[in-house]
């Protein structure tokens, strides 16, 4: 699902045009959640947003192909929130496969 098309229809901002309080809240959040998960994450990543389509073609492909989409769609996620890569770029998602 893309949430860049599905946020606007459904009155939601982009992360920049949100309130302050907002914005407020979206950071406890990821708080939250990165001690929930007890990961590293970066909270403000310097790809971020980013054009995530390549990743989620991939991860979908991978899973028309018979593979796990779990493995693929983690490292894509690690590259962008915990090693601050790109992962609109192709050499960064590559990478994530070949992990």
Same mark, same amino acid.
């Given at each position: =699902?893309? #949430?860049?098309?599905? &946020?606007?229809?459904?009155?939601?901002?982009? #992360?920049?045009?949100?309130?302050?309080?907002?914005?407020?809240?979206? =950071?406890?959040?990821? +708080?939250?959640?990165?001690?929930?998960?007890? +990961?590293?994450? !970066?909270?403000?990543?310097?790809? &971020?947003? !980013?054009?995530?389509?390549?990743?989620?073609?991939?991860?979908?492909?991978?899973? #028309?192909?018979?593979?796990? =989409?779990?493995?693929?769609? #983690?490292?894509? =996620? !690690? +590259?962008?929130? !915990?090693?601050?890569?790109?992962?609109?770029?192709?050499?960064?998602?590559?990478?994530?496969?070949?992990?």
């Amino acid at each position: =699902m893309n #949430l860049g098309v599905i &946020f606007p229809q459904s009155g939601g901002l982009p #992360l920049g045009k949100r309130s302050p309080q907002r914005r407020d809240y979206r =950071m406890m959040e990821l +708080k939250r959640w990165k001690t929930h998960l007890n +990961k590293e994450i !970066t909270l403000e990543p310097a790809h &971020f947003p !980013t054009n995530d389509k390549p990743g989620a073609l991939m991860a979908i492909a991978a899973g #028309l192909a018979g593979h796990d =989409m779990g493995p693929i769609s #983690l490292a894509i =996620m !690690t +590259k962008c929130w !915990t090693e601050e890569k790109n992962i609109a770029e192709d050499a960064v998602l590559v990478e994530a496969a070949n992990q």
